[in-house]
């Protein structure tokens, strides 16, 4: 029997390969998981009110695209936290967590072909590894595009070849970015706006951790294509309820963009996607309403930055996170350093070469490894002191 060619040159999965690195040895010290970037907060304290009002919806068909409800729900959020009006009908849809969405947004608006050529599409390396297999999947050639110091932690997509930038179908962004916590600035959003007109391309912008951030609020991609004028049509946004409401269970996330393009994703939708159940619509719907958590559940996350900022004051190469929850720090070479770190402490990290490709014979990630800040307070801290301590004492 064959099998999709395409496929044969994805590497393992991060965590698997994680796996396979550390779980063969005994750990060295009570275990800490700082690897998955799972929010460890409480959900609010009436989730599980409006669930259970809500349980006779398990007996019925979810809409597809979201109830009416949690459509104006999220359209409003956006208006709110954006200054952005959108459509809720024909501008948002509910989906299954934003990686259904990042996945299968790329096979609904991705060419088979662009001027005349095998499409491109572009992803910062390091990313979020369903960018590459939603690349694969639409038949285009994945784009490693260098996202380190030396740029700032943004992929610089205006330096790219204009042959290929004339391939290109979609751009992935993240900001707050993971893994490194770098937010984009507005300018930044304008200039690839504006290389998305002129290249014939759609940004996807995964905004997953917008809510999560240092400073001043992050820029949305919407609201830097409102004040620059540009093509509704030019962008989507992914956004979910995982970091925000500390709801990762739930499933629950939204895709909002121009009429045209999303047409074109809650059409695929219908015939392949995975309806978020109805109560969880409802849960959701609430949960988009409601700010009063939100803020509270950053509060938590800035006592964890100042945690952080003391830990690993004065060291070299350490940079806070600008967003997001993950620690971008240097090592000499990841793989070999969440492995002393395994055997020496038993705090687990994810090295960062697991979140890159090589590409023209460098892994960018090679040099990192990732910390994730989601357990609480006084654990985190504790296996930070023990990461410093062990890799950098």
């Known amino acids: 029997m064959a099998f999709p060619e395409r496929f044969s040159n994805l590497p393992e999965y991060a965590f698997p390969r994680l796996r396979s690195l550390l779980d063969h040895h005994p750990p060295g010290g009570e275990p800490i998981a700082m690897t998955i970037g799972e929010p460890q907060h409480a959900f609010p304290d009436w989730v599980g009110e409006v669930l ?6 398990f007996a019925k068909y979810p809409p597809n695209e979201g109830t009416p409800g949690l459509r104006a729900a999220i359209a409003g959020w956006i208006g709110r936290r954006y200054g952005v009006t959108v459509d809720p009908l024909t501008q948002v849809c509910n989906v299954n967590g934003t990686r259904e969405a990042l996945f299968n947004a790329c096979l609904a608006v991705s060419p088979e072909r662009k001027n005349g050529q095998r499409p491109a599409v572009l992803m910062p390396n390091p990313f979020y590894q369903v960018y590459a297999v939603a690349a694969v999947a639409s038949e285009a050639d994945p784009i490693f595009v260098p996202a380190t110091a030396e740029t700032g932690f943004l992929p610089d997509y205006e330096g790219l070849p204009a042959d290929l930038l004339n391939r290109v179908t979609v751009a992935y962004l993240c900001s707050p970015a993971n893994p490194q916590g770098v937010v984009a600035p507005r300018d930044y959003l304008a200039r690839l706006l504006a290389l998305a007109e002129k290249h014939d391309f759609i940004v996807f912008a995964d905004e997953c951790y917008s809510e999560i951030w240092q400073g001043q609020a992050p820029v949305g ?14 962008v989507m946004v992914f956004n979910s309820l995982s970091k925000r409401s500390n709801l990762p269970g739930a499933r629950s996330g939204f895709v909002a963009g121009g009429p045209r393009a999303m047409a074109r994703v809650m059409q695929l939708r219908s015939y392949q996607g995975a309806p978020v159940p109805l109560p969880l619509q409802v849960v959701s719907e609430r949960a988009w309403n409601d700010e009063a958590h939100v803020v509270a559940n950053r509060a938590l996350y800035a006592e964890k930055y100042a945690a952080a900022d003391a830990v690993f004051a004065g060291m070299q190469g350490y940079k806070a996170p600008e967003g997001g929850f993950f620690l971008w720090l240097p090592v000499e070479d990841g793989e070999a350093a969440a492995l002393k770190l395994w055997t020496e402490t038993g705090v687990r990290v994810l090295p960062g070469a697991y979140l890159a490709r090589e590409a023209n014979g460098h892994n960018p990630g090679k040099g990192y490894v990732r910390v994730a800040m989601v357990a609480p307070k006084e654990e985190m801290q504790r296996g930070l002191i023990q990461l410093r301590d062990c890799l950098y004492g």
């Open 52 to 57: 259970a009002a809500n349980l006779a919806g």
């Open 221 to 234: 991609a919407l609201e830097a294509a409102a004040a620059t004028g540009a093509d509704p049509e030019r």
